[in-house]
Nanobody, 124 residues
């Protein structure tokens, strides 16, 4: 049973930084994808950044390119999202997601079967 547990959210002033972590457990596959999504009140869930563990390829939403960096520590089964130059519009609940194999659309939430509970990020 795949479990994802996020941490690292919090409140920060505009221009600041946060690093989110997502600890994964319950699987031993080497080919899988993971991603970060976010959802603000009244808005749809949107893909922020995704990564393919098998080859390391990544994808980012245009709104975060150059500011956010996704990375994966395979040995620890931990996904990270380094968020710099945060803006008030980055305020949202951030979710970690995972699925096995290679996904064609890393930032499409319908591609993922496993989700964490979320961690709140507030930028003021």
């Amino acid at each position: 049973h795949v479990q994802l547990v996020e941490s690292g959210g919090g409140s920060v002033q505009a221009g600041g930084s946060l690093r989110l972590s997502c600890a994964a457990s319950g699987y031993t596959y080497s080919s899988y994808c993971m991603a970060w999504f976010r959802q603000a009140p009244g808005k749809e869930r949107e893909g922020v950044a995704g990564i393919y563990a098998g080859g390391g390829s990544t994808d980012y939403a245009d709104s975060v390119k150059g500011r956010f960096t996704i990375s994966l520590d395979n040995a620890k089964r931990t996904l990270y999202l380094q968020m710099n130059s945060l803006r008030p519009e980055d305020t949202a609940m951030y979710y970690c997601a995972a699925d096995l194999g290679l996904l064609f659309r890393l930032l499409d939430p319908t591609e993922y079967s496993y989700w964490g509970q979320g961690t709140q990020v507030t930028v003021s």
